[in-house]
Each structure stands twice: as C-alpha cells, then as structure tokens.
C-alpha cells in the first residue's frame, strides 16, 4: 500500500507571515495533524500545535499560546488564561482534486470559515455568513494573530 504525501491546508498566520494551516494524511491516527512547516519557514511546526478532544474536536495553539475566539477574530494570545476554545473541523466535499473543509465555532455553530486546499494559490480563507458590524474584512477573518503581552 502506497502513501500519499500529506495534502496541506493554508491558514495565513502572522506569526510566521507564511502559509500553515492543518494535514491530512493517511499514517495520521486522526484525519488531522500539525503540518511540518513549510519550505519558507522550517520552524512552523514547532510553533503551530493542534490536538483533540475525546469529541473530537480541535484545539489550536501558536506557541504554546492557546487560540481563542475574540471579538470575532481567531487569535493567540500570550495573556490569555483560560482553556483555548475548541473548533469543530468537518470534511465538506471532495472534487477536481480539491478538499475543502468547515471550521466551526464548537460554542456557536453559526460562527463558520471555510478551509480550502493550498496547492491552489487564489485559495484564501472566508468566514460566513457576512457580517456588516465586523470590525475588519467580514470575508477575510480567519486571521491567526499572535498578541504578545
């Protein structure tokens, strides 16, 4: 049995200012792993960090820093004491060589972003459903952002 490389998913981060995101891979005991880095950045890897809960969903951190869902925008924040929020990652469909999966909000199901393969370079990633109130580009908030203290 032969296996594939693993296929990366792009989230654009400003900690490393290059593309990092999740992988899937078959020898993967989940369908979902910390990709290892990226040919720009080596040490991604070593900061970007996912694990899971016995439900199955996806907990996130960028240097040890757990990601947290504030004021609409997914961040890593060195302050933050609490437990990192936790995000339901679902496989939406497979075509023409093209995953593309939805991250949910687990605390509220209608907070939803779309994860779409980073072999394609147009690719970005989007939030639905629009929001008028955000306070940057509602179809542009994905956006890990690391806040130092």
């Known amino acids: 049995m032969s296996s594939s490389p693993p296929v990366t ?18 020898k993967s005991p989940k369908p ?22 016995e439900k199955g969903r996806a907990k996130l951190y960028i240097e040890d820093c757990p990601v947290v869902l504030s004021n609409r925008i997914v961040c890593a924040a060195s302050n933050v004491i609490s437990p990192p929020d936790e995000f339901v990652l679902e496989l939406v469909s497979e075509a023409n060589f093209r995953r593309l999966y939805k991250i949910c909000w687990a605390s509220s199901r209608d907070l939803v972003w779309t994860l779409n393969s980073a072999i394609e370079p147009a690719n970005s990633v ?24």
């Open 9 to 26: 998913y792009r989230i654009n981060n400003a900690v490393f200012n290059s593309p990092v995101g999740v992988a899937s891979s078959d």
């Open 32 to 53: 979902f792993h910390p990709i290892v880095g990226t040919r720009w950045d080596s040490d991604a890897s070593l900061k970007f960090g996912l694990s899971f809960t």
């Open 126 to 149: 989007f939030l639905s459903p629009d929001n008028p109130d955000a306070p940057y580009n509602p179809r542009q908030l994905w956006y890990l952002e690391y806040q130092p203290l």
